[in-house]
Nanobody, 124 residues
């Protein structure tokens, strides 16, 4: 069973930036990976994904502000650069990984392996 570890998060004022990191330990050498978030009282939302070839997908809510990237040397590590943060970005953030070559809906919660959450709080 691979272990998915997230780091980063914290508190920032509106307009600020934060960077999250995620690494998968064990299992396969490459993964399709995604970022999700869940605010209190709301459903988990897929916000960004990156496939094994480096192609990315974003939710409209973060497009143009957030950037997902992968470590070039370690295909099991990825990052989420979050810029121009807004109070509505406040949520618990999760990363997810899946060894399948194809995910039909990369922003859906259909990933096999998940990290613990990390809190991101944006104050106005």
């Amino acid at each position: 069973q691979p272990d998915v570890v997230v780091s980063g998060g914290g508190s920032v004022q509106s307009g600020g930036s934060l960077r999250l990191s995620c690494e998968v330990f064990g299992g396969w050498s490459r993964y399709w990976m995604g970022w999700f978030r869940q605010a209190p009282g709301k459903e988990r939302e897929g916000i960004a994904s990156i496939d094994m070839d480096g192609s990315t997908t974003y939710a409209d809510s973060v497009k143009g502000r957030f950037a997902i990237s992968q470590d070039n040397a370690k295909k099991t590590m990825m990052f989420l650069q979050m810029n121009s943060l807004k109070p509505e970005d406040t949520a618990t953030y999760f990363c997810a990984a899946d060894p399948r070559r194809w995910l039909p809906q990369p922003l859906s919660a259909d990933y096999n392996y998940w990290s613990q959450g990390t809190q991101v709080t944006v104050s106005s």
